[in-house]
């Protein structure tokens, strides 16, 4: 693919509800509008602090919301859904191991540790989660990070710096790229609004 080919990057978080249930749809909005889906993960604690934001569950009555929300988005768009604490677990070992790989690797990563967080019963609290997730996905050992955190940390920091500096403050949030102007687009309500950039940019 050229630098130059529009493309939708897809920004998450695994600690994020809203970026697995956007994950859910990613497959079929690609293949629906004929646009590669570049996912990259980001550290959303990192990029709430670098935005001034505030995280949801800080606001007692925004989380207590949140929680039928979410409910309200796994039975429309009909995926399976759990819903835990998001600062029950610590995703940066699984988004290290996410930044070292590449497209379909990244995404087979990606959607494995979505699932088996949000949608299976993996206990996220074990020390081992991580390990647990991979080998029960059938993915490579090797996808697992070892003498390169450190570095892949400070890849997705920088990028998480690069997203923020371009607008973004929290997931899942989506850049159409390549198409003239870049554009964003945040949360998994305004997948409607993606698509119709995507349809005109592309016309």
Known sequence: MKDNSPYIEFCFDFISPYAYLASTQMPALSERLQIPVRWQPVNLPRLIKL???????????KAKY??????CW????NVPFRLIKPGNFDSRAALAACQSLQDD?????????????WADKINYQEKDWLNTATSSAGLPPEWLLTD???????????KTAVIHKD????????????????QMFWGID???FLEL??????S
């Open 51 to 61: 935005s001034g934001n505030t995280p949801p569950t800080t606001v007692r009555n």
């Open 66 to 71: 949140l929680m039928h929300d979410l409910k």
């Open 74 to 77: 796994s039975q429309y768009l």
């Open 105 to 117: 690797d990244r995404e087979t990563f990606s959607t494995a540790i979505f699932k088996a967080l």
């Open 148 to 158: 390169t955190y450190l570095q892949q940390m400070d890849n997705l920091n920088n």
């Open 167 to 182: 607008g973004a403050f929290g997931v899942p949030t989506f850049f159409l790229r390549g198409a003239g102007r870049t």
């Open 190 to 192: 305004r997948l409607n």
């Open 197 to 202: 950039a995507v349809e005109k940019a592309l």
